[in-house]
């Protein structure tokens, strides 16, 4: 059984380094927004799913898509909906563009803060593909098609969610959400405000996905 990593917004590989678990591959979120991760799925029989910030975004969307493939789903600070709306703790616009100055403005390093001594996750990109992964943050609602999926009680493989208590990118209530979308799963909050979770919790998540993968 393969274990494919969905990487976020303006994020390199380096950011699972210190993870030990087996990955078959890491798909950058230009790979998901052109769907060639989509294409990897259809083609297997059945996988685990280790998503992270907005690709926990598209971990959800497999995990609507392939419920009968997925045989493991591990959310890291993952998001139905980034923006804030009625009812909604979310990101303002405002709040949105000064990620993407900031991720200029320091070409990747140190972006969001990163642990002293820990590799950095971030890397910077060209303008194109961080507009269009953005314009992904800015558009995309899921929450509705996952009420749905509860219903409809598809998922049943272990899930575990992994979120930092303040959180000024993804918002703790999305983690709370989650766990309602998958009453079986999981969840983990971390506490303090690390959004970059796959390099301060490596061993937790470690954990998670060798639960799995058994």
């Avoid at 969905?6 to 052109?34: K, M, P, V």
């Avoid at 001594?117 to 996952?146: F, V």
């Avoid at 983990?188 to 405000?193: A, K, S, V, W």
Wanted: include cysteine; aromatic fraction near 10%.
């Amino acid at each position: 059984m393969k274990t494919f990593v969905l990487n976020g917004w303006a994020s390199s590989e380096a950011a699972w380094d210190l993870c030990l678990f087996e990955r078959d591959r890491i798909f950058t979120y230009t790979e998901l927004l052109d769907g060639v991760a989509e294409d990897a799925l259809e083609k297997e029989k059945e996988f685990v799913l280790v998503g992270w910030s907005m690709g926990g975004s598209f971990a959800l969307r497999y995990a609507m898509k392939f419920p009968k493939k997925l045989k493991g789903l591990v959310l890291v600070a993952a998001t139905p909906r980034m923006m804030r709306d009625n009812n909604w703790e979310g990101m303002t616009p405002r709040r949105l563009a000064a990620l993407e100055a900031g991720l200029k403005m320091t070409k990747g390093e140190g972006f969001f803060g990163v642990p002293e001594g820990r590799p950095n996750p971030y890397k910077m990109d060209s303008d194109e593909n961080l507009a269009r992964g953005l314009e992904y943050l800015k558009s995309t609602d899921l929450r509705l098609d996952l009420i749905d999926l509860l219903a409809s009680g598809q998922v049943r493989c272990p899930v575990y969610i992994f979120q930092s208590e303040n959180d000024g990118i993804v918002r703790a209530s999305n983690a709370k959400f989650l766990s309602t979308v998958f009453p079986h799963a999981e969840l983990d909050m971390i506490p303090g405000g690390e959004h970059a979770l796959p390099v301060t919790i490596p061993e937790k998540i470690d954990v998670a996905v060798a639960s799995c993968v058994l």
